[in-house]
């Protein structure tokens, strides 16, 4: 390949570049903005300010790329399940296990752990086999 070959194969590959960026990633951001805006009105989401609705947008993004790419993954075998979107896609995992992770009581089952007793068991106690 001659050096003015190159030259112009560069050429069309930057050319191809540009229109790619120029009117394909707008058309996704778009589609993307659709999903996010669905999203929020499916899951009731209301966010205190933009810069907090932005921060959120990002990490919905992000799990949403997660959730494609293992959906991807199924698809050719490697995974026996697929993933979806749900109502924690907005959090980051730490936010979810944060959330998720601690224990929840009605205030009556407080109220009546409040009421009880511990019993305290010798260790030295022999249980005879049945």
């Known amino acids: 390949m001659s050096l003015l070959q190159?030259?112009?194969?560069?050429?069309?590959i930057a050319l191809c570049v540009l229109f790619i960026s120029t009117y394909c990633i707008?058309?996704?951001?778009?589609?993307?903005?659709?999903?996010w805006a669905l999203f929020k009105r499916d899951h009731?989401?209301?966010?205190?300010s933009i810069?907090?609705?932005?921060?959120r947008?990002?990490?919905?993004?992000?799990?949403?790329?997660?959730?494609?790419?293992?959906n991807d993954e199924?698809?050719?075998g490697m995974h026996t399940y697929t993933l979806a979107m749900n109502e924690f896609g907005d959090?980051?995992?730490?936010?979810?296990?944060?959330?998720?992770?601690?224990?929840?009581m009605s205030a009556k089952t407080e109220r009546s752990l409040r009421n009880t007793r511990a019993v305290l068991v010798q260790?030295?106690?022999?249980?005879?086999?049945a």
């Open 51 to 55: 810069e907090e609705e932005n921060t």
């Open 44 to 48: 009731r989401k209301q966010y205190h």
């Open 91 to 104: 959090m980051t995992n730490e936010e979810f296990t944060k959330q998720m992770n601690g224990l929840k």
């Open 57 to 70: 947008q990002a990490i919905w993004k992000a799990n949403l790329g997660k959730i494609q790419k293992h």
């Open 123 to 129: 260790s030295d106690i022999v249980i005879p086999d």
């Open 26 to 35: 707008p058309i996704l951001d778009k589609q993307l903005n659709n999903e």
């Open 74 to 76: 199924a698809q050719s």
């Open 6 to 12: 190159k030259t112009a194969l560069k050429v069309v």
